[in-house]
């Protein structure tokens, strides 16, 4: 199992649009990764991150998760766009300063395609969930 | 499960979830024409199959399938394995 790996080194997203900073875990294809909302982060709107932040919160997650393997093997991780977004749910918008945590769920994968689950919340509850298919770069 | 019972369930699912009549799901039909599947949609075909039949399948395989016909055989042996 990975652990603790900074987010940097598996998306080419960087500040001010870095909306994961660190892979917390990776097993299998599954991970979980977190993000503390500063309070200058340009997703915020009203002291809350918008529903574009915790969008882009899960997408960067799984697209550093689809990266993992490569990593593993010592390769540039393969980079992932997202593709589609669907059943997106919003329970609650994260205020500054609260850590978002992004659990991404492998599903399925065909021909470069990979379908993840992918719900976030924080030390104040559930945020959002959603099923998200990532391209993987060839 | 016989192998009936999966193409009639097999055809219930994808007929529901590609939006098409049942009746257009034939065995000798091009599956990718038929549900009109692009390359975003195939990996949703994988996953049902994988949900409804609770089998893993590898994508790279199921890309290679053509017809119906071709899908009932591979997933029939997958489910009775």
Known sequence: MLRDIDARELIPQREPILMTQTLYEASGNDARTGFVISQDNMFLEDGHLSEMGVIENMAQSAAATAGINTYINGEKPVLGYIGEIKKCIFHRLPEAGETLTAEVHYISEAAGVVLYNISSHTENGPCAECRMKVFLEK | ?81
């Open chain 2, 1 to 81: 499960m016989i192998k009936e019972e999966l193409i009639a369930k097999m055809n219930e699912v994808l007929a529901e979830e590609f939006e098409v009549e049942v009746e257009a799901i034939t065995p000798d039909a091009d599956i990718k024409k038929t549900l009109e599947l692009d390359s975003l949609s195939l990996v949703d075909m994988v996953a049902l199959i994988e949900d409804t039949f609770d089998i893993k399948i590898d994508g790279q395989d199921v890309s290679k399938i053509k017809t119906f016909s071709e899908l009932y055989d591979f997933v029939n042996e997958k489910v009775n394995a």
